[in-house]
C-alpha cells in the first residue's frame, strides 16, 4: 500500500506595506495575523506535519488564528511551492473559516484544515508545500 509523508509551512501574508514567504523550514513572520496549535494562542504554529497519510483518506488538523494588528481583518486561504508539482493534482487542501468572516483585532478563532488525498495518486512518495493565509483588512 502507497503511503505519502507530507511536511507543509504556513505562510501568513498581509495586503499592507509588505508580505513575506517563508520556506517549509524557517521562522514565520507574519503581519496582521498570527497562528497558533492551542486555543489558548501561546504556542506559535510554523508548521504542519500531516505525518503518513493513505490514498483516499482525508487528514483533519485544528489550528487558531488571532488577528494581532489594530485593524479587524478577513483571512483567506491559498497554496504554493508544491514539491513534486504533480502532487497538486492528487493533495487538496481546504478548511473551515467561514468566506467573508472578519476578525476583530485580539479575536481569535479554531481553524480545521483539511489534507484530502485521492485514491488514485501515483508517483508521489512524499510531498511539501506552503499554505498562504493572507489577512485584509
Known amino acids: 500500500m502507497l503511503t505519502i509523508m507530507g511536511l507543509l509551512a504556513i505562510v501568513v501574508v498581509s495586503i499592507m506595506s509588505y508580505s513575506i514567504k517563508v520556506p517549509s523550514f524557517g521562522k514565520l513572520k507574519k503581519v496582521g495575523i498570527e ?7 501561546t504556542v506559535v504554529l510554523d ?3 500531516w505525518g503518513y497519510v493513505e ?9 487558531y488564528l488571532k488577528a494581532v494588528g489594530n485593524k479587524a481583518v478577513n483571512v483567506t486561504l491559498n497554496t504554493d511551492g508544491w514539491n513534486p ?5 492528487y493533495i487538496t487542501l481546504s ?3 467561514p468566506q467573508g468572516k ?4 485580539n479575536e481569535s478563532t479554531a481553524v480545521t484544515f483539511s489534507l484530502k488525498v485521492d485514491g488514485a495518486i501515483s508517483g508521489v512518495d512524499g510531498f511539501s508545500f506552503n499554505i498562504i493565509l493572507t489577512s485584509t483588512g
Open 95 to 97: 478548511w473551515d473559516y
Open 47 to 49: 508548521q504542519i506535519d
Open 35 to 41: 497562528v497558533y496549535s492551542d486555543p489558548s494562542c
Open 55 to 63: 490514498p483516499g483518506e482525508t487528514e483533519l488538523f485544528v489550528a
Open 85 to 89: 508539482s504533480i502532487a497538486q493534482t
Open 102 to 105: 472578519v476578525l476583530e483585532p
